[in-house]
């Protein structure tokens, strides 16, 4: 029954292909902007060269602001010093941050890891989307997902903390039930697939208002 048939492994193999074609066209589409804004640069000090010129400090600093924003915008928003990591975490945050999420976050990442990328993207990509997706719930001054990655050992520590609009849930059958439908259901499912996979552990706990995801991934 359920994602354990032949068509639940089948919607199963196309949601994850679905996942990762959208989530390395948010990380191409960031990269593009920065592209964009780098062939844009030599406009931009041609600009500021001519409000110095005629003496105009003031303009010079309002410019410099909003090429301090814009490139704030578009950059990578966190240095894990795993390029990887920081293209899908950065395509993340500042989906979250468009949508008024507040995300605070602090990670510690190698740059080489035994762990393939693809896999580390669909683990990561499924928990800020199952995240942002609860967070939209509340209010948005409420929205707040807390993320933290470090090596314990040999081994990579996730954690994922978001705020829920909703009391603690209950297990059915060793899983806490999605109540956004199969999409959510396979996410979770595809991470306990990958982390197994490695030999590793993951841990879900949900508190009145809040809900915890953490991972152990043997390196």
């Known amino acids: 029954m359920g994602l354990f048939t032949l068509p639940g492994q089948r919607r199963l193999a196309a949601y994850q292909a679905e996942?990762?074609?959208?989530?390395?066209?948010?990380?191409?589409?960031?990269?593009?902007?920065m592209r964009g804004w780098r062939h844009d640069y030599r406009n931009h000090l041609q600009t500021m060269k001519g409000y110095a010129a005629q003496g105009d400090l003031e303009a010079v600093r309002r410019y410099l602001d909003e090429l301090d924003t814009e490139l704030a915008r578009i950059s990578p928003m966190l240095k894990t010093g795993n390029?990887?990591?920081?293209a899908i975490l950065g395509s993340k945050i500042s989906l979250a941050r468009a949508q008024s999420i507040q995300v605070v976050a602090d990670a510690n990442i190698p740059v080489a890891l035994t762990t393939p990328e693809l896999d580390l993207c669909t683990i990561l990509g499924n928990l800020?989307?199952?995240?942002?997706?609860?967070?939209?719930?509340?209010?948005?001054?409420?929205?707040?997902?807390?993320?933290?990655?470090d090596m314990k050992g040999m081994r990579l520590y996730i954690c994922f903390t978001n705020l829920t609009a909703v009391g603690k849930q209950n297990k059915t059958g060793g899983r806490f039930a999605s109540t956004k439908g199969i999409g959510r259901g396979l996410g979770q499912k595809r991470i306990d697939d990958i982390v197994a996979r490695y030999g590793g552990w993951v841990d879900r706990n949900s508190e009145d208002g809040a809900f915890t995801t953490e991972i152990l991934l043997p390196q």
């Open 83 to 86: 390029p990887m990591a920081d």
């Open 128 to 149: 800020f989307d199952n995240a942002i997706e609860a967070s939209l719930a509340l209010p948005p001054d409420e929205r707040m997902i807390r993320v933290y990655m």
């Open 19 to 33: 996942l990762t074609n959208a989530h390395y066209a948010e990380v191409e589409n960031m990269y593009k902007e």
